[in-house]
DNA sequence: ATTATTTTTGCAACAATGTCGCATTTTATA
DNA sequence: TATAAAATGCGACATTGTTGCAAAAATAAT
């Protein structure tokens, strides 16, 4: 009942699709990209679907999206603080919230005005590290 | 001469290409797109060399990319410190590097080791700013 | 519960990037 | 200058993002 509670929360309409791709997010720590919902939604779901449904995700603020350096965009559910860490690993190619990490305050040049940020950080994560 | 310089440096064979593109590279303060670098070099280079020459470049450490939310990788030449700040503008759409701003050390879980970082900030820049 | 209205979905099609093989041209080496 | 090595242009294709449109599903109204 997880999932559908956030639909209602965030006032979107209750379809199975939804309902899945949701249930994938709260089912998974790490990142997840497009074809990562594809490839678990087979014939349940078509493409058009889960990038109108991610994107709608994004506008509405379930997910948020992760930057990286390649051209996928893969997406996580919104934790707190707001302002946090993102870990990509080289190894098992894993992208991962690190919202633990505590980030100190930075100041930027006069005259720019942050409306958010993304800090990714990568290297090998605790699992391929042993 | 600057553009050659640098090729040399690198060990990379000299070609008009190249040079090219770096030249563009050292009269350009923002990131640039492999698009962004077609539409000055429009006859005078092809897409598929702007894509490997890019690629060598990053590979040969002569820029690196920048990790943004969208599809499109940007590039820029590296700067010190190697680790900075990037900043883009939700306004005119730049991206840039800020070396200038400080990064205070932070810590990452144990398990975790950092190769590398890209440290993203989104908002309004000093330009469009006033 | 039915019907009407609003949203969402599936499908198809297309644009933009990234990526590569291969023959040809250019650069570096001998 | 001749030879070997590397880069380029062209063409082709894969992936991801994106949208129009009619059918299907969900929500609101009766
Ligand atoms: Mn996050
Ligand atoms: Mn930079
Ligand atoms: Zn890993
Ligand atoms: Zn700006």
Not at 10 to 17: A, E, R, V
Not at 50 to 53: N, S
Not at 74 to 84: F, I, N
């Given at each position: 009942m997880k999932a559908k509670n956030i639909l209602l929360?965030?006032?979107?309409?209750?379809?199975?699709?939804?309902l899945n791709i949701l249930e994938i997010f709260l089912n998974n720590e790490m990142a997840l990209s497009e074809k990562d919902i594809q490839d678990k939604l087979i014939g349940v779901c078509d493409r058009a679907t889960?990038?109108?449904?991610l994107k709608k995700f994004k506008d509405t603020g379930i997910?948020?999206?992760?930057?990286?350096?390649?051209?996928?965009?893969?997406?996580?559910?919104?934790?707190?603080?707001?302002?946090?860490?993102?870990?990509k690993c080289t190894d098992c190619g894993k992208i991962m919230c690190l919202p633990e990490v505590q980030m100190k305050n930075y100041e930027l040049p006069s005259g720019f005005t942050k409306k958010e940020s993304n800090f990714?950080?990568?290297g090998t994560c605790n699992n391929c590290n042993n």
């Open positions: 929360k965030y006032n979107l309409s209750i379809t199975t699709g939804r889960i990038y109108r449904t997910v948020h999206p992760i930057a990286t350096e390649g051209m996928i965009t893969k997406y996580v559910l919104k934790k707190e603080p707001e302002e946090h860490l993102h870990f990714l950080v990568i």
